[in-house]
């Protein structure tokens, strides 16, 4: 009886712009073809596994769905003599063979098929070797590699498909060392002379001592996809359709067969199908027993358990010094008792340790998402919100019927993050510790681009095309007419085809990114766990797989994220330190200040932490904050989601009292009775699933999943039946339950969970707080860590002055890098502009400049001489008018700057000539008018101190008005100051 069949190398789109087909459609088509078992095996990577694991895990309950479904028919059953409607049934479920194709630097290539946990192990880590020997996206292997690693590792030699130097050469090498775990690879190439080629072959195979096995080598999941693969050829070789020649697809074979069609293409060497699944039934690992360890981080003998109890408890005590209140206690045993339960004590002892790190350092940091749900957190220190924030429990953040691990995210300073990321390299190893991956798939534009210049679309053409864009490409591309009214005929079969193909490609992975902070450490080898690799950036590396597929492993990973306010934060509270000898945290900084809120009300944001925007502006006023809370939903509602939703109008008419306050029940009043009966939160949209739907925890969770993921897989409308029958079933009327879930799906857009919510709104407290009672430090330090938020220096510059701050400009004797604070001569602090305002100004440069400063510069010359800058440098300087506070104008000082000799002064002038030197007369140059002098401030810093720009054309704008009644010519005070060169 002929056995089945297995398919060991696959080739999918996770060998980037070569594989046709997603890892998931093959799972899905190798179920309905009957094979026993796929190897995904992608070119020195196995980034695509863990997509068909999951592909094959939902298939694996589809057809136990499918099952239960005949079993138990709904309505009579089919008359006996009608035939069965057409269907395809999934009925089988085949085997997902972890593997690699492994190409070596001499172009030999071998299938690499870990039979237990030591040959996965040892792929992992041959990989490894590679990629890290290499740039980003490359990979140097040799013998030696596979050499070093060979236990628990089934080969498979792919016979040359031409002659290569040293092939044979290395062949028996290999042979000599692993012949018991070897055999070659026999794969058409569906040009005809396949039965000659199997022959050879197969004397190949003899000749090595080898058994020979069979493959079809795909390169996509079905025939259709030949001309996609086409067009990725064509990308990867720079190349268009008619120019690809031998390079092309000579047909659509080289796709996913059955075992019928393999005994045909085979049929002179059956024993070749066989021993494909003879081999898939002697490799017995699967990926979903890998074992993830993490750091025990056990400390001078203290098990981590106890180690964590003992730092929360002395957490919580700093927290609460006037006592630790009985819930706070009751709630940090209960957290303990349940992290415990599921052994997460190292977890959260690994991201205490790396805030503490941060702390040590002086880099000010935040923990936001589910993590301000934790007191456990906030007695750590990885989170300044108090849980008693929001209104959620511990459990949507560690749950023991969801299974899953917890997902802490901390932000630290922009500016400083790498310290942070380097100190975890440094603790653990680089073989211990990596960055998640990120797959940058193909989206709209970038599709456009590369299959329209693969289709030999001209530059204009593809313009047009681009310009139809706006987020995505929609399912059906751009509509026929929008196609005419730009200049493009819908009925040319090429732009047709164009568009075809890029509804196709959307969505295909085109290489590999780093996360943007998600890090994987382990207790033993990572690379053992899953191939490391290079990042672009120098000193990063990452690994093979993605967010959603660590989580698919359940693999823990901490967010090491970047943050600008932080930034900002962290030397606002610096310059306090330095200035008004005011110690403040973000912990410590006076609650509830009704100033604070006040200045809210009014929309007077400009650089506040997220509320800065013009959308955000326009609604403070009419949500009028008076408490943190408030703050909280400020954050959460000027959001996509709950616009689209509908939210924000029904919770404004609700606060101002315009509509009554009204709850369809008391299980859903209690859910939403924070927000006026008005989902606003990730959460409560969970918990009307549950509450109001009755969902289970899990379904609502997937519920969560959809809503976090709505960009990248779909949307949530495939809970919609099911959200509508239970809250139906429950006594909600059709209308209600039709705008819940309206409101829910208007999460897909960036909906906000509360827990994250509430972490944003302690900065936008401290923020505020700090421009309230301190603008010119608070503009001080949002000038020091541009670029960030909405607005231009020149933007924050003019706010600051409405705020009363004297500006000061840039001076060549009394300016540092870094915006400072200086005292007045009355005692007030001014701000101080600095050299990095100056846009071509380079810190180096500035660093020699004060290091020689001395007791002050007095000419131009004088700063080339003793800083011994460039003539260029000078000219830079000349023109932010850095000399003014020396008595010397603009024009004088670029006059002076220029006249320097750019390589030095020659050797004769260069000493004292006792007034024997050549005297030049001075220069008289025109005084600049204030409206070329404000052009050049904006040229050179972009933005002065001077007059508004708008101010110098007032007459003009309003004629017959005094100028003086609208602020024209009238310089303001910091102004002034600016002018007497203070």
């Known amino acids: 009886m002929a056995m089945g069949f297995a398919e060991l190398s696959i080739t999918s789109n996770f060998t980037f712009l070569t594989g046709g087909s997603h890892p998931e459609e093959y799972a899905r088509r190798a179920a309905l073809l009957g094979l026993s078992a796929i190897a995904i095996a992608d070119v020195n990577s196995v980034s695509g596994i863990v997509r068909a694991w999951s592909e094959l895990k939902k298939i694996a309950q589809e057809i136990v769905d499918n099952k239960a479904a005949r079993a138990d028919p709904i309505g009579p059953p089919k008359p006996a003599h009608l035939p069965d409607p057409p269907r395809a049934p999934i009925d089988h479920l085949p085997r997902l063979l972890p593997a690699a194709c492994l190409v070596l630097d001499t172009g030999m290539m071998l299938t690499a098929l870990p039979r237990d946990r030591t040959g996965w192990g040892n792929l992992c880590r041959i990989i490894s070797a590679g990629r890290q020997r290499a740039k980003k996206g490359g990979c140097h292997l040799t013998c030696d590699d596979l050499l070093a690693f060979p236990q628990g590792l089934t080969l498979l030699l792919h016979a040359p498909d031409r002659p290569m130097p040293d092939w044979q050469r290395d062949a028996e090498r290999l042979a000599a060392r692993l012949r018991p ?106 990926i979903a027993s890998l074992r993830y ?173 681009s310009s139809q864009i706006w987020g995505s490409w929609s399912k059906t591309g751009p509509e026929l007419a929008r196609l005419r009214e730009i200049g493009l005929d819908p009925d040319s079969p090429r732009l047709q085809q164009t568009i075809a193909l890029i509804e196709e490609i959307i969505g295909f992975p085109r290489h590999l990114s780093q996360h943007v902070g998600g890090f994987v450490i382990t207790e033993g080898r990572l690379d053992e766990l899953v191939p490391i690799e290079n990042a672009s950036m120098e000193d990063r590396t990452v690994i093979a797989w993605d967010k959603d597929d660590i989580d698919a492993l359940g693999i823990l990973k901490v967010d090491i994220l970047a943050l600008g306010m932080l930034s900002c934060i962290r030397k606002a509270f610096g310059l306090l330190r330095q200035h008004h000898q005011a110690d403040y945290t973000l912990a410590t900084l006076p609650p509830e200040d009704p100033a604070v809120y006040d200045m809210l009300c009014k929309s007077d944001t400009l650089g506040v932490f997220q509320v800065e925007s013009r959308a955000q502006m326009n609604f403070l006023p009419r949500m009028r904050p008076r408490c943190f809370y408030d703050l909280v939903i400020q954050v959460a509602i000027i959001r996509p989601g709950p616009i689209q939703g509908d939210m924000v109008h029904p919770f404004i008419r609700r606060r101002n009292g315009e509509e009554p306050v009204s709850f369809p029940s008391d299980d859903l009043g209690r859910v939403l009775g924070k927000t006026l009966g008005v989902p606003l939160f990730q959460e409560q949209a969970m918990q009307i699933a549950i509450t109001g739907a009755g969902f289970t925890p899990e379904e609502a969770d997937g519920l969560r999943r959809a809503l976090a993921t709505f960009k990248k897989h779909g949307s949530v409308t495939e809970f919609r039946t099911r959200f509508l029958r239970g809250m139906r079933a429950n006594g909600y009327d059709d209308d209600f339950a039709e705008r819940c879930f309206s409101q829910i799906e208007g999460f897909g857009s960036y909906g906000f969970p509360e827990s994250h919510a509430a972490s944003f709104a302690l900065l936008v407290y401290a923020s505020s707080w700090l421009k309230r009672h301190h603008p010119g430090i608070f503009a001080c330090a949002l000038l020091n860590s541009q670029p960030m938020g909405f607005y231009a220096p020149a933007q924050i510059v003019r706010d600051a002055r409405e705020h009363g701050v004297v500006v000061r400009p840039v001076c060549i004797n009394r300016s540092h890098w870094d915006n400072v604070m200086e005292r007045t001569e009355r005692g007030d602090l ?153």
């Open 181 to 286: 775990q070897m055999h070659l690879l026999l794969a058409p190439a569906y040009d005809g002379q396949d039965q000659a080629r199997f022959a050879a072959a197969r004397a190949l195979a003899d000749r090595l001592g080898l058994p020979p096995v069979a493959s079809a080598r795909p390169i996509m999941h079905h025939g259709s996809r030949r001309r996609l693969t086409d067009i990725l050829t064509c990308i990867r070789q720079g190349l268009r359709v008619e120019d690809l020649g031998t390079a092309a697809q000579a047909n659509a074979e080289q796709r996913l067969r059955g075992a019928d069609e393999m005994r045909r293409i085979f049929r002179d060497h059956p024993d070749a199908v066989d021993r494909a699944a003879e081999i898939a039934a002697g490799l017995q690992f699967d």
């Open 293 to 465: 360890e993490y750091p025990s981080e056990i400390a001078d003998g203290e098990t981590a358990a106890a180690r964590l109890k003992r730092l929360a408890q002395a957490g919580l005590a700093w927290r609460y010094p006037q006592g630790i209140p009985e819930r706070a206690q009751s709630q940090l045993e209960h957290e303990l008792r349940l992290i415990g339960k599921l052994g997460y004590e190292p977890y959260f002892l690994t991201v205490h340790d790396i805030v503490d790190f941060a702390r040590s350092r002086g880099i000010l940091c935040q923990g936001r998402g589910s993590a301000a749900n934790s007191i456990t957190c906030y007695a750590l220190g990885v989170t300044s919100v108090s849980p008693e924030i929001g209104t959620m429990v511990f459990e949507r953040f560690v749950s023991e019927a969801r299974g899953e691990p917890p997902d802490i995210d901390v932000d630290f300073e922009h500016e400083r993050r790498e310290e942070v990321i380097q100190h975890i390299y440094d603790r653990y190893g680089r073989h211990r510790a990596g960055l998640c991956a990120t797959v940058i798939h193909y989206r709209g534009k970038r599709a456009v681009r590369e299959v329209g210049r693969a289709m030999g679309l001209s530059e204009d053409v593809l313009s047009a095309l």
């Open 830 to 982: 001014a701000l101080r502009l600095g050299f990095r305002q100056i846009k071509a100004m380079r810190e180096d440069e500035a660093d020699w400049l004060m290091a020689a400063r001395g007791n002050g510069y007095r000419t131009v010359e004088d700063v080339w001489r003793r800083a011994g800058l460039a003539a260029k440098t000078l000219t830079i300087l000349a023109e932010a008018d850095a000399f003014a506070s020396l008595g010397i104008s603009r024009r004088d000082a670029l006059w002076a700057a220029r006249a320097l000799q750019p390589k030095g002064e020659l050797p004769l002038f260069s000493g004292d000539l006792d007034g024997e030197g050549i005297v030049e007369p001075a220069a008289h140059l025109p005084q600049m008018t204030e409206g070329e002098a404000v052009v050049e401030d904006y040229v050179a810093m972009r933005l002065t101190l001077r007059s508004h720009p708008v101010a110098l054309i007032r007459h003009r704008l309003s004629p017959g008005i005094d100028g003086r009644l609208l602020g024209g010519h009238v310089p303001s005070k910091g102004h002034e100051s600016a002018l007497q060169g203070a």
